[in-house]
């Protein structure tokens, strides 16, 4: 048995870093950013588009989600979700959507030969849905239950799991999409065997007919609405969730956020005994839901165990040490971005629009996590799900 | 044992530390298990075989037949073969089964499985759409795969698997970590790291002639293997409707049948035939059966 280290020829892999973009914005607003990489004949492109809550109708942060359930079932340009995914396949050229708190994303994969059929895939998909198609598909798929883990879960900011407690008709979700798919808000980054003149050219001629629908009014209150601080649902295995939604805020905030998210994962997973499990995804790089569960181990009035636990938490607080442990995984975390570009364009686009948390990770002070823990566990911002459990 | 290293690296830099972390591994005689040890070629086929077998979950019907592995020179033929089949929407199972006559809800194509070292299996996987049922998908796969052994390929077909094949090989080099595994893989299975990377001169130049002499080769109907998997009608019906006509069947057939083991082989066979009805038609024989039950 020999270990045989297996170096590939520089000319095969290439160079993995990525240098600035190029940028250029087109006239109807939408920027576009180009990181040319001719080390393969592959072409990405991923489109995204940014929403808060106060523009969802009534305030309903879960309208931005079933769009993205919708967008995610439906065909494009004349064809059915069928007919696009065969033509799609026919092609070789991969579409991924996905739909997260905050932004709608679009990413297109293909050969740099099929680039001008990709720019064309992917207008249709983002301006040329079928919406009605995926509003038929997610009337049968889903069920409207907002007694469920997965409907406590999609407030939260998780994504959807085919269950919602969301109704919009299909004329409010058509003034949705108007409202929210626009060019002048959305960025289009670039990443592969195109140069600035081919990018200019094929953006313009695919991406530069999309003509901003006119701004609907807002519908009534658009103040958000959130999860109710507590549902209770008789009946069904013992279960007793705690769950603090996705922060909005500037890069800045996000990026304790981030911080805050890694330390509790560490947290969690250092005690052996621990009587508590969390969950603490981060969405596309940025900051996302927490959710602590009780372990099926722990007797006795689990939801005052979690709340105490949760009590003796905020009074700890935590340490310089800690933060600068999370502070060396996200760095490393990031510096080994370059050799996945997927996730490196998800993270380009956003921050693009957003801004990048992880522009401000070496300024993030400790009184600043202990002050976004503080706030993330009051009861102000903690809603709970609990089944099961005598009330 | 082989390490595959993608990134921003240098033999020269990453050598001491390769040394010092798997340089102590002692050094083994190889014994069992080399590849140079094994053949590449398909040993007798141990003919066709059948399983039907309850389970919980989706119905499900699995038709595999035994390949040769990943380093036999058919193998890219079989692999454009799969892509053809079953590799995308667009392709020949999917479009007829699924788009065409809808038999099928799923249906996928996959070879080399459980691994390409050795002599594997190439796997059709469907699931039936509302109203069909897995024998009925069964024939329709088996009608499409003699077709194909009869009447080759269209050369549409295979130019969309050849790019598609083509596309997913580049594809994989894109990113660190499928780049690693698709490397390693083709080391473990094939002995040749090269073999992650597609070749005009072994996948590139195949023709509609070479598809259809490998599906006469391996797809032979008397030597697959088929497996059936759906819920047990009468311990989990799968709806209201055949729990009701699960019990007028009882009924009605331990009139005629003392042996109550074979009475209940009888219900639940015909409850498996009764799957492919539509709603309508099973709502339909449930009246009858209700009739001649009160008769």
């Known amino acids: ?391 | 044992m082989s390490l595959v290293l993608v990134g921003d690296l240098s033999l020269e830099a990453i050598q001491p530390v390769l040394q010092e972390s798997f340089g102590t591994l002692g050094i083994q005689n190889e014994g069992w298990g080399r590849r140079e040890d094994r053949s590449i070629e398909l040993a007798e086929a141990p003919g066709f075989r059948r399983l039907q077998a309850s389970m919980g979950g989706e119905p499900c019907v699995f038709l595999a037949w035994h390949i040769p592995s990943v380093n036999h020179p058919d193998f890219p033929a079989l692999r454009v073969l799969a892509q053809a089949l079953g590799g995308s929407k667009g392709a020949r199972l999917n479009r007829r089964l699924q788009e065409e006559r809808r038999f099928a809800h799923t249906l996928s194509v996959r070879l080399g499985v459980p691994g390409g070292r050795d002599p594997s299996l190439f796997l059709i996987e469907a699931k039936p759409a509302e109203g069909h049922g897995l024998v009925e998908l069964e024939e329709a796969i088996h009608s499409e795969i003699l077709r194909i052994q009869r009447e080759q390929l269209s050369e549409e077909d295979l130019r969309r698997a050849l790019r598609q094949v083509e596309t997913e090989f580049l594809m994989v080099q894109e990113d660190a970590r499928s780049l690693a595994k698709a490397i390693g893989g083709a080391l473990a299975q094939s002995g040749d790291w090269r073999k992650a990377f597609w070749t005009r001169s072994r996948e590139g130049d195949l023709t509609r002639d070479q598809l259809q002499a490998v599906a006469r080769k391996y797809l032979v109907p008397g030597q697959g293997i088929v497996a059936l998997l759906e819920a047990d009608p009468l311990l989990a019906p799968k709806d209201p409707l055949e729990e009701k006509l699960g019990k007028i069947l009882t009924v009605l057939v331990e009139r005629k049948v003392d042996d109550p083991a074979q009475a209940e082989s009888i219900v639940r066979e015909t409850l498996r035939q009764l799957r492919m009805l539509s709603l309508l038609e099973r709502e339909q024989t449930l009246k009858l059966l209700e009739a001649q039950a009160g008769s």
């Open chain 1, 1 to 391: 048995m020999r270990p045989l280290p297996l170096l590939l020829p520089a000319v095969l892999l290439g160079s993995l870093a990525a240098g600035e973009p190029q940028e250029f914005r087109t006239l109807n607003g939408l920027r576009v950013l180009l990181e040319p990489r001719h080390e393969r004949p592959l072409v990405r492109l991923e489109l995204r588009t940014a929403w808060e809550a106060r523009e969802l109708p009534g305030g309903k942060e879960c309208a931005g989600e079933l769009m993205g359930a919708i967008l995610e079932r439906c065909g494009a340009g004349g064809l059915n979700r069928f007919a696009l995914e065969r033509s799609l396949g026919d092609r070789g050229l991969k579409l991924t959507f996905k739909g997260r708190r905050g932004s709608l994303a679009w990413t297109m994969l293909a050969d740099s030969q099929d680039q001008e059929e990709a720019f064309q895939f992917l207008a249709h998909a983002v301006f040329r849905p079928a919406l009605a198609e995926g509003v038929s598909a997610i009337q049968r798929e889903a069920k409207r239950d907002a007694l469920s883990e997965a409907a406590f879960r999609a407030a939260l900011g998780f994504p959807m799991e085919g269950v919602t407690s969301c109704e919009l008709d299909l004329p409010e979700l058509l003034a949705l999409h108007g409202r929210l798919v626009r060019p002048e808000r959305s960025v289009l980054v670039i990443q592969g065997d195109l140069n600035l003149a081919q990018a200019r050219q094929l953006v313009s001629l695919h991406l530069g007919t999309w003509a901003p629908a006119p701004v609907a009014p807002a519908v009534g209150d658009n103040a958000p609405v959130s999860a109710p601080e507590c549902l209770r649902v008789p009946g069904g295995a013992a279960l007793v969730l705690a769950g603090s939604a996705a922060p909005e805020g500037n890069a800045r905030t996000r990026a304790v956020h981030v911080l805050l998210g890694l330390i509790l994962e560490r947290t969690f997973q250092d005690f052996a005994g621990e009587s508590v499990a969390l969950e603490a995804p981060r969405l596309e790089g940025d900051a996302g839901p927490l959710l602590f569960r009780v372990l099926p181990s722990v007797s006795g009035n689990a939801e005052r165990h979690l709340k105490e636990r949760l009590q003796r938490l905020v009074a700890q607080g935590f340490g310089a040490p800690e933060l600068a442990r999370a502070k060396a995984q996200w760095r490393a975390e990031r510096s080994a971005l370059a050799l996945h570009p997927e996730e490196q364009i998800f993270v380009r686009s956003r921050g693009a629009l957003l801004g990048d948390p992880a522009d401000f990770l070496g300024e993030i002070q400790l009184e600043e996590v202990n002050e976004a823990l503080r706030i993330r566990l009051s009861p102000k911002n903690l809603r709970w799900f609990v089944r099961g459990v005598s009330f």
